[in-house]
């Protein structure tokens, strides 16, 4: 079975998206404890 480039880089896009929309979440929740550290500083 031969994939077209299409398709090939349609797959891609959907697993890179799939992967890096579960990293942002888990880096967002990861981040979330500095934020509320630097909020204070920020926002006097």
Same mark, same amino acid.
């Given at each position: 079975?031969?994939?077209t480039l299409a /398709?090939?880089?349609r797959q891609g896009q !959907? @697993?890179?998206y799939s992967v890096s /929309?579960? %990293?942002?979440? @888990?880096k967002i929740f990861s981040l979330l404890p500095i !934020? %509320?550290?630097l909020l204070p500083i920020a926002f006097p």
């Open positions: 079975v031969r994939l /398709n090939l880089i !959907a @697993h890179l /929309n579960s %990293y942002e979440v @888990h !934020a %509320y550290c």
